[in-house]
C-alpha cells in the first residue's frame, strides 16, 4: 500500500501557469520590450507548496515550511515518501497525516518539532512561521500560519494559497494549537514572514520588525541554532 500511496502522488502531473516575458512596447527600429510578469495564480502561491492529493494538506505544508523557513527544495512528493516512512499508509490515506507524522519527520532531518496551545489573543506573539490545523466547514485541513496581527492571521494555504483572515474568523476554525519546526539554518528573514497581500484587500500589515534572538529562543530555538 504504501508503494502505491508514493506511486500515485509521483505520478502526478503538476499544471499552473508561469511568469513569461510579455511584448510592452514596440521600439524604435521594430524592437520589442519585454517584462517578466506574474500571474495571478503565481501570487497566490508564490513560495508555497501546492497540495495535489486529498490526504498531503500536512505534507504541502510542511515542505513548504521546510524550504522557506530553512533553505530545503523539497517537494510534496518527498516529503509524503519521507512521511509515510513512519507511518501507516492506509490511516494516511483515509485521515490524512497527523503532526505525530510530521514530528518524526521533522526530526529525522535533524530537526526539532514542538506544539503549542495558545488562545487566539496570543497569535500574534508567534514570531515563526507554523503549521495550523484547521477546520474548514468539517473539514480538517493543515496550513501554514505566516504572521498575524491584531486583527488578522495570513495563512499559506496549500489548496488556496495565500489568505487573510480575521482573527474571529481564523480562531472559529483553528485547535488553538500551533506546530513550530525548530531548529539550525533557520532564515529568520524568509518570505514566509512577509506574505503579499491579497490583490483584492484594502489594509496591509506594517513591515513586521526584525525578530530578536531572545524572542526565538522563548519559542524553543537554542543559542547554537544561530551559529
Given amino acids: ?63 513548504t515550511l521546510l524550504n522557506e523557513a530553512y533553505g530545503w527544495n523539497f517537494s510534496e512528493e518527498q516529503v509524503i515518501e519521507g512521511m509515510l516512512a513512519e507511518a501507516d499508509p492506509q490511516l ?42 484547521l477546520d474548514v466547514r468539517g473539514y480538517k485541513h493543515f496550513v501554514v500560519m505566516q504572521v498575524s496581527s491584531d486583527d488578522w492571521v495570513y495563512i499559506g494555504d496549500p ?26 539554518g533557520y532564515n529568520r528573514e524568509n518570505a514566509l514572514l512577509d506574505p503579499p497581500e491579497p490583490l483584492t484587500a484594502r489594509h496591509r500589515l506594517n513591515r513586521f520588525r526584525p525578530v530578536k534572538d531572545a524572542e526565538l529562543m522563548e519559542f524553543g530555538f537554542l543559542q547554537s541554532d544561530f551559529f
Fill in 1 to 63: 500500500m504504501r508503494v502505491v500511496l508514493v506511486s500515485m502522488v509521483l505520478g502526478l502531473a503538476q499544471f499552473g501557469a508561469h511568469a513569461a516575458p510579455k511584448p510592452l512596447a514596440i521600439l524604435p527600429g521594430g524592437g520589442l520590450a519585454f517584462k517578466s510578469v506574474q500571474s495571478m495564480r503565481e501570487r497566490r502561491f508564490a513560495n508555497l507548496v501546492q497540495q495535489q492529493t486529498d490526504f498531503s494538506c500536512g505534507a504541502a505544508a510542511m515542505a
Fill in 92 to 133: 494516511v490515506q483515509r485521515m490524512g497525516f497527523s503532526m505525530l507524522d510530521m514530528k518524526r519527520y521533522a526530526e529525522s532531518l535533524g530537526l526539532r518539532a514542538r506544539g503549542y496551545r495558545l488562545q487566539p489573543e496570543q497569535l500574534e506573539e508567534v514570531k515563526v512561521p507554523v503549521i495550523v490545523l
Fill in 159 to 184: 489548496v488556496l494559497g495565500h489568505k487573510k483572515m480575521s482573527i474571529e474568523d481564523f480562531a472559529s476554525g483553528w485547535n488553538g494549537i500551533v506546530f513550530a519546526v525548530i531548529g539550525p
